[in-house]
């Protein structure tokens, strides 16, 4: 693993819900793809998700603390900023990846043309331990317009 540039950056934007990322976290950190920085930004949360942070022992996580409310977005905006990947992936706070999300991604993306700036994957909606619906990908080719119509992946 390069630690000056990990091949990616995965960013996940929090607010108040540090139980929920704790297990967001462990997802990301049991990856059997192991080239990658993980960036969590805190949209000021005062429910002790600093602390839940710094009880996890991993030199590849970064934290940072927005000192006022800027919402999501912002959130994830700080994260690029200070990522230093090649590669940006996001994770949302409440959501967890299979074992091997960027061990299937990477190597898709990477041999993919450079006019691609996107790769995205199935999931599933999972109520009291049930899969509640499956979404598999779709969309192929340009799909610009549908992300600025609406959240199409």
């Known amino acids: 693993m390069n630690t000056e540039q990990p091949t990616v950056s995965v960013i996940i934007p929090t ?12 997802s990301v950190l049991a990856q059997t793809y192991k080239d ?4 969590i930004v805190s949209d000021n949360s005062t429910d ?9 022992k991993d030199p590849r996580i970064k934290f ?3 000192e006022c409310r800027k919402g999501a977005s912002a959130a994830r905006n700080t994260g690029i900023r200070n990522a230093k990947g090649k590669y940006i992936a996001f994770l949302d706070d409440d959501d967890e990846w299979t074992i091997d999300k960027l061990a299937v991604q990477v190597p898709v993306i990477e041999q993919s043309g450079p006019e691609t700036g996107l790769v995205y994957a199935w ?10 619906y499956l979404h598999n990908p779709a969309l192929r080719g340009n799909v610009l317009y549908h992300m600025l119509d609406r959240q199409a992946i």
């Open 15 to 26: 607010h108040n819900r540090s139980a929920m990322l704790d297990r967001a976290v462990r």
């Open 36 to 39: 990658f920085e993980l960036i």
């Open 48 to 56: 002790g998700t600093d602390v839940m942070v710094a009880s996890i």
């Open 64 to 66: 940072f603390q927005h």
């Open 123 to 132: 999931s599933e909606y999972v109520e009291n331990n049930k899969v509640k």
